[in-house]
Antibody, heavy 119, light 106 residues
Framework: QVQLVQSGAEVKKPGASVNVSCKASGYTFTSYGISWVRQAPGKGLEWMGWISVYNGNTNHAQKLQGRVTMTTDTSTSTAYMELRSLRSDDTAVYYC????????????WGQGTLVTVSS | SYELTQPPSVAVSPGQTASIPCSGDKLGTRYACWYQQKPGQSPVLVVYQDNKRPSGIPERFSGSTSGNTATLTISGTQALDEADYYCQAWGSSTVVFGGGTKLTVL
């Protein structure tokens, strides 16, 4: 069965960077893209961006442009999301999810990674 | 920027039908999908491409669209359906989520 297993919780100081990983199994990794979605405590879902595992093309939410980098490693079936210049309002649970295209629905989700930004 | 609007809360009695609307400009011309999220858990896709149900999702979940509104309908609502529900669509070159609706099964 399809599984996305994310890295563990992180605590970061303002201005630092965080790298969240998402290891996929149960399907051909290059068959789907990976989207990243975050959810601040008690709030709704916010899309961050999408990466094609097939060719590396990306599509980012405009508000995060310049602070987020998404990559994949097909040799380990792992996707990565780096967020830089962290602020307190970046505190959230970060999810990866499979998505055929940037506009498509998210079929499978990781378990989420809590990133806390605090001085 | 494109926006999707959902009511903050909907209440339903067990066994009754719950309808959760999601409105957005010309939403009927775009694909909409729906996620269920229970406390402390990841979202789960329950409807995609307006009215398709993923494998494993009970038949009581259905979706429809008309004009500017997509609707998630849960027939014969059960206590275990109590959760937050989010609609999603593509608009203004970005993925957009509705604000979420808390479904309470009284």
């Amino acid at each position: 069965q399809v599984q996305l297993v994310q890295s563990g919780a992180e605590v970061k100081k303002p201005g630092a960077s965080v790298n969240v990983s998402c290891k996929a199994s149960g399907y051909t990794f290059t068959s789907y893209g990976i989207s990243w979605v975050r959810q601040a405590p008690g709030k709704g879902l916010e899309w961050m961006g999408w990466i094609s595992v097939y060719n590396g093309n990306t599509n980012h939410a405009q508000k995060l442009q310049g602070r987020v980098t998404m990559t994949t490693d097909t040799s380990t079936s792992t996707a990565y999301m780096e967020l830089r210049s962290l602020r307190s309002d970046d505190t959230a649970v970060y999810y990866c999810a499979t998505s055929g295209t940037p506009a498509a629905h998210f079929d499978y989700w990781g378990q989420g990674t809590l990133v806390t930004v605090s001085s | 920027s494109y926006e999707l609007t959902q009511p903050p809360s909907v209440a339903v009695s067990p066994g009754q039908t719950a309808s959760i609307p999601c409105s957005g400009d010309k939403l009927g011309t775009r694909y909409a999908c729906w996620y269920q999220q229970k406390p402390g858990q990841s979202p789960v896709l329950v409807v995609y491409q307006d009215n398709k149900r993923p494998s494993g999702i009970p038949e009581r979940f259905s979706g429809s669209t008309s004009g500017n509104t997509a609707t998630l309908t849960i027939s014969g609502t059960q206590a275990l359906d109590e959760a937050d529900y989010y609609c999603q669509a593509w608009g203004s070159s970005t993925v957009v989520f509705g604000g979420g609706t808390k479904l309470t099964v009284l």
